[in-house]
Each structure stands twice: as structure tokens, then as C-alpha cells.
């Protein structure tokens, strides 16, 4: 089982979020020769959200494959549990919550 790890992250109150009601991913590997002439390949996730009414583009983010995965779990686990709160009768508050966080461990 995955031990979480906390981590302190500042959300900027005054940092307007982007909307976006659809999305794309595009998929690129990377190949290079490396130095015994052995290819390496490397493959990262363009996640592009969209803006459906004007249809352009709000922002396309580049993730390592590594990340990606990261980003599926926690997408998975975080959703189940704002469906079960949806539909619980629990009063709940307009302020946006940081549920969770996935680390993919890339770079530590």
C-alpha cells in the first residue's frame, strides 16, 4: 500500500483559475541514440483543457509519463470521494479544498 506524503502547498488566493469544460491528451515519445549507440525513449502526457462555447484553448501542460500515472490515481481517489460527498446530506462549504496530493517521487 502507498504511504502519503503531506505537503505544504500555498494556494495564492488571488490567483484567478482557468475554466475549462473539456479536455485532450496528446502522447510523445522521445528517442535518442545514447552514448553506447543503445536508443533511450522517454514519453510524456500533453494534457490540453479547452473552452468548449469558444472553442480555444485554455492551457496545454506537459507531464512525464511518471506523472501522469501519479495524476490518473489521485483524479481516481479524489473523485470518488467529492461523488461521495455530493451525494452525502453534509452541509457543505463553498471553499475550494486541497484534498490530497500525488507525488510521482520523479526528482528526491
Do not use: H, W
Amino acid at each position: 500500500m502507498e504511504q502519503k506524503q503531506q505537503m505544504n502547498i500555498n494556494i495564492d488566493p488571488s490567483v484567478k483559475p482557468f475554466y475549462a469544460d473539456d479536455v485532450a491528451i496528446a502522447c510523445f515519445i522521445k528517442q535518442e541514440k545514447g552514448k553506447k549507440g543503445k536508443e533511450a525513449k522517454e514519453g510524456n502526457v500533453s494534457l490540453i483543457f479547452l473552452e468548449a462555447l469558444g472553442q480555444s484553448v485554455v492551457t496545454r501542460v506537459t507531464i512525464s509519463k511518471t506523472t501522469a500515472k501519479a495524476l490518473a490515481s489521485i483524479l481516481k481517489t479524489n473523485i470518488e470521494e467529492l461523488e461521495k460527498k455530493i451525494d452525502s446530506d453534509e452541509e457543505m462549504s463553498n471553499q475550494p479544498q486541497l484534498y490530497d496530493t500525488a507525488s510521482s517521487n520523479y526528482i528526491r
